[in-house]
Structures are given as C-alpha cells and as structure tokens.
Nanobody
Framework: QVQLVESGGGLVQAGGSLRLSCAAS????????MGWFRQVPGKEREFVAA????????YYADSVKGRFTISRDNAKNTVYLQMNSLKPEDTAVYHC?????????????????WGQGTQVTVSS
C-alpha cells in the first residue's frame, strides 16, 4: 500500500502561483511513477501532469504546458506541482496518484493509489 496526502492548495488570484505537494508513505516511493489529476464537480477527471520514477521524463496536459512543472524528491518521498500563471479555469480539486506503470497514468488515466485531493481556487 501507498498512502498519498496532498497539501498546498488554496485561494489565489489569477496570474498567481501555488505549489502543491504530495507526501507518500508505505511502499518504496521511488518505484512508482507519480501524477496529478484535477476534477471539477460534474466534470470528468482531467490529467494534468506525470513524472517517471526517476524524474527523468515528464508529461503535461496541453492546457497546463509551460505554466505547470511537476517534480519529485525521492529522498523526501514527495512529488510537487508548481503552478504559475494560474487561470480561473484551473480551479479544481487536485489529486496526486501513483502507479508502477507511467503509461497507466498518462494514457489510461488510472493509478493504483490516489490521494484525497486539495482544493485550488483561482479568482478572476
């Protein structure tokens, strides 16, 4: 089992920045690819970003490319999502996830483990 706990969400004005963190515990963190998804009530969950176990390969949704950066620190068992130039349409609950298969996250939108999420609200 891997437990994931997100933090760092909040209320920010459009154009501002936030950094989300996802702390993992349980099995060896460095064995897993990590990802971030977001969801708005009434809409499907949306892929945001993912990172390979080694950190050497990253993927982004077109809607966040150039504004968001995913990174990880395996020594701290933590994955981050730096969000810059935030827009009102970025408002959502952001969930991190973990899977041994990076493509499960990127292509199939699935993962073995999910966090409870953290709310991000961007005001106009």
């Amino acid at each position: 089992q891997v437990q994931l706990v997100e933090s760092g969400g909040g209320l920010v004005q459009a154009g501002g920045s936030l950094r989300l963190s996802c702390a993992a515990s349980g099995r060896t963190f460095s064995n897993y690819a990590m990802g971030w998804f977001r969801q708005v009530p009434g809409k499907e969950r949306e892929f945001v970003a993912a990172i390979r176990w080694s950190g050497g390969r990253t993927y982004y949704a077109d809607s966040v490319k150039g504004r968001f950066t995913i990174s990880r620190d395996n020594a701290k068992n933590t994955v981050y999502l730096q969000m810059n130039s935030l827009k009102p349409e970025d408002t959502a609950v952001y969930h991190c996830n973990a899977d041994a298969d990076l493509m499960a996250i990127v292509v199939r939108g699935t993962a073995q483990y999910w966090g409870q999420g953290t709310q991000v609200t961007v005001s106009s």
